[in-house]
């Protein structure tokens, strides 16, 4: 079936990096993608990746991809505290992409000052 | 406008009425989507528009849910009987939908929908 799974907490110190993990299960997938979630507003997106990649780099973000494990993470250098919020993993299991995305429940990231 | 805009941005009813959620996508995007997120969960899936037509409606979780796109532009998710477990966040996303990452899909900033 389709699911993804992420941890739901994570804790970090202002200036040191993030990693977030997510794990998918349809090797159909096309594209994944990174979300952010502020406290009451909608989703914002970060960054995707075509699963033809292994690696994206986005200025502070860089999103890395095991397509033989279903693996995907995000790395967020020099952490700050807006950066905290919810992110979710999304996978969209159709191929050209088009279609329901499929999300993990989030992982919630603290920054600490 | 710049982005998806979703109305109202807070609805409370009661069991058993009716309600009509409204997006409005990005100009020029021709999909559409619904998707309801509940309190500690991500979003799930519920409906998706083509243009004016309705390509894949298998998240709807029952017939009380109904949703349509007239002019293949605003969109109204109806909702009828309203029961206290539809009480989520409902959120409407737009992607161009003209292959390759074009397809990434814009998410509005969501309706309350609380069911007293």
């Known amino acids: 079936g389709e699911d993804v799974e992420q941890s739901l907490f994570l804790s970090v110190r202002e200036g040191d990096s993030s990693v977030i993990n997510c794990t998918y299960t349809d090797s159909s997938s096309t594209y994944l993608y990174w979300y952010k979630q502020e406290p009451g507003a909608g989703l914002q997106l970060l960054t995707y990746i075509f699963s033809n990649m292994d690696m994206k780099q986005d200025q502070r973000l860089t999103v890395l991809l095991n397509k033989k494990d279903k693996h995907l993470s995000l790395r967020i250098a020099d952490t700050q505290t807006g950066d905290s919020a919810i992110y979710f993993c999304a996978e969209s299991p159709r191929r050209g992409s088009q279609g329901n995305l499929i999300f993990g429940k989030g992982t919630k990231l603290s920054v600490k000052p | 406008g710049a982005g998806v805009s979703q109305t109202p941005s807070n609805k409370v009813t009661e069991k058993g009425k009716y309600v009509e959620l409204r997006c409005d996508p990005i100009s020029g995007h021709t999909a559409l989507y619904w998707y309801r997120q509940s309190l500690g969960q991500g979003p799930e899936f519920l409906i998706y528009?083509?243009?004016?037509?309705?390509?894949?409606d298998s998240g709807l979780p029952n017939d009380r849910f109904f949703a349509v796109r007239p002019e293949g532009s605003v969109s109204t998710l109806k909702i009828q009987r309203t029961e206290r477990g539809d009480s989520a966040v409902y959120l409407c996303?737009?992607?161009?939908?003209?292959?390759?990452?074009?397809?990434?899909?814009?998410f509005g900033p969501g309706t309350r929908l609380t069911v007293l």
């Open positions: 996303a737009s992607s161009l939908t003209g292959g390759g990452d074009t397809d990434t899909q814009y």
């Open positions: 528009f083509q243009g004016t037509g309705a390509a894949d």
